[in-house]
């Protein structure tokens, strides 16, 4: 193997045959995959925050805000909105003045945590040799 090559090992090699196991070699990806429908939902930029967050117990919209702080109020409106379109977050109205909202995790949303927990902590194993390669790339750019 030459620098830089990783050497895969057989429960991932297996792994990674049986998650493209439907796809011929050459084929275009489908439009439609759903890897690439929920990659584009919990891909962005909040909503593994926001579902990280809500992972904790139901929380009110600005508990939320309080959270994530350098999410503005027009995306967290938005991000929230969208999450509760795919049926992983729930929101509650109470009829109080001024009426307050409450989010919380659904029984779907619930079930990517386990998923989304283990993305997270390959993030914080490999945050370092990303950018140490970033860097490296970067500078023999």
Same mark, same amino acid.
């Given at each position: 193997?030459?620098?830089?090559?990783?050497?895969?090992?057989?429960?991932?090699?297996?792994?990674?045959?049986?998650?493209?196991?439907?796809?011929?070699?050459?084929?275009?990806?489908?439009?439609?995959?759903?890897?690439?429908?929920?990659?584009?939902?919990?891909?962005?930029?909040?909503?593994t925050?926001i579902?990280?967050?809500?992972?904790?117990?139901?929380?009110?919209f600005?508990?939320?805000?309080?959270?994530?702080?350098?999410?503005?109020?027009?995306?967290?409106?938005?991000?929230?909105?969208? %999450? $509760?379109?795919?049926?992983?977050?729930? @929101?509650?109205?109470?009829?109080?003045?001024?009426?307050?909202? &409450?989010? !919380? /995790?659904?029984?779907?949303?619930?079930?990517? %945590? $386990?998923?989304?927990?283990?993305?997270? @902590?390959?993030?914080?194993?490999?945050?370092?040799?990303?950018? &140490?390669? !970033? /860097?490296?790339?970067?500078?023999?750019?």
């Amino acid at each position: 193997m030459g620098q830089g090559e990783a050497k895969v090992t057989a429960p991932a090699f297996d792994a990674t045959v049986q998650l493209f196991a439907d796809r011929q070699p050459g084929q275009p990806v489908d439009p439609q995959c759903p890897v690439r429908d929920v990659l584009d939902r919990i891909g962005d930029k909040w909503s593994t925050l926001i579902l990280g967050t809500l992972a904790t117990g139901p929380h009110r919209f600005s508990a939320v805000q309080r959270a994530i702080p350098d999410i503005s109020k027009r995306m967290l409106t938005q991000t929230l909105r969208d %999450l $509760e379109r795919d049926g992983l977050i729930a @929101r509650t109205v109470f009829p109080t003045k001024p009426p307050s909202v &409450e989010y !919380r /995790l659904t029984p779907l949303g619930v079930t990517i %945590l $386990e998923p989304l927990t283990s993305l997270v @902590r390959w993030a914080n194993q490999s945050h370092a040799a990303i950018r &140490e390669a !970033r /860097l490296a790339f970067d500078q023999a750019s």
